[in-house]
């Protein structure tokens, strides 16, 4: 059964810098990975998508990297703003029609 | 419109009546998916259709819990005998394998209180 970690759970940092969500699976054999964004009361909001065969994916100040064979990846947010405040979730598929199977978060804090 | 659309946007409901929570997909998306998200926790896997067919109603709690997509657009998830336990947010998420990779778009979710 895939289970899927992200640490920390909460982070708050100062506006401006560069900080990094992490997320963590157990079975390597992924279809995709894709990062949302929650804000409070809210629905997901799709951030970026990685392919399995993918390594990495960048949009903006967002950076992501997946590496399968240490079941991790990364969501980077350069030069960060209040206006990122929210919940980052990541989600791992298993097959292109499959369920996907979330972690439960890390919800972020910029503080100005 | 443009997005998936989830109806009503907030349900109370009285320990043991039926609510119905509707779904509307991206129109000529294939694929969709039920989630269930409890407060502080990432949402959790329902069931799944593909077009009319229900592929996958692994995720589903009890026999209260039974969803539908008749003509393969709009879906419906209906509690039965509602408990406090199934105060929740419910999540639509539709995609269209395969062109768009898989990729996921949510509704904005139906927050059910029982009370």
């Known amino acids: 059964k895939q289970e899927v970690t992200q640490i920390p759970a909460a982070l708050s940092v100062p506006e401006g810098e560069n900080l990094v969500l992490n997320c963590s699976f157990t079975?390597?054999?992924?279809?995709?990975l894709q990062w949302f964004r929650q804000d409070p009361g809210k629905g997901l909001t799709s951030l970026l998508l990685?392919?399995?065969?993918?390594r990495e994916q960048t949009s903006g100040r967002l950076n992501a990297s997946l590496d399968k064979s240490s079941g991790r990846s990364t969501l980077y947010i350069a030069a960060s703003q209040p206006g990122d405040s929210a919940t980052y979730l990541c989600?791992?598929?298993?097959?292109?029609?499959?369920?996907?199977?979330f972690g439960d978060g890390t919800t972020l804090t910029v503080k100005p | 419109g443009a997005g998936v659309s989830q109806s009503p946007r907030y349900k109370v409901a009285k320990r043991g009546q039926d609510v119905a929570l509707r779904c509307d997909p991206i129109?000529?998306?294939?694929?969709l998916f039920w989630y269930q998200q409890a407060l502080g926790q990432g949402p959790e896997f329902l069931t799944y259709?593909?077009?009319?067919?229900?592929?996958?109603k692994s995720g589903l709690p009890s026999d209260r819990f039974f969803a539908e997509r008749p003509e393969g657009s709009v879906s419906t998830l209906k509690i039965q005998r509602t408990q406090q336990e199934d105060s929740a947010v419910y999540l639509c998420?539709?995609?269209?394998?395969?062109?768009?990779?898989?990729?996921?778009?949510f509704g904005q979710g139906t927050r059910l209180t029982v009370v």
């Open positions: 259709f593909q077009n009319e067919a229900q592929l996958d």
């Open positions: 129109s000529g998306h294939v694929s």
């Open positions: 990685i392919q399995s065969s993918q």
């Open positions: 989600a791992v598929r298993v097959s292109n029609a499959g369920k996907s199977t």
């Open positions: 998420a539709s995609s269209f394998p395969p062109l768009l990779a898989g990729e996921a778009f």
């Open positions: 079975d390597s054999a992924i279809y995709n």
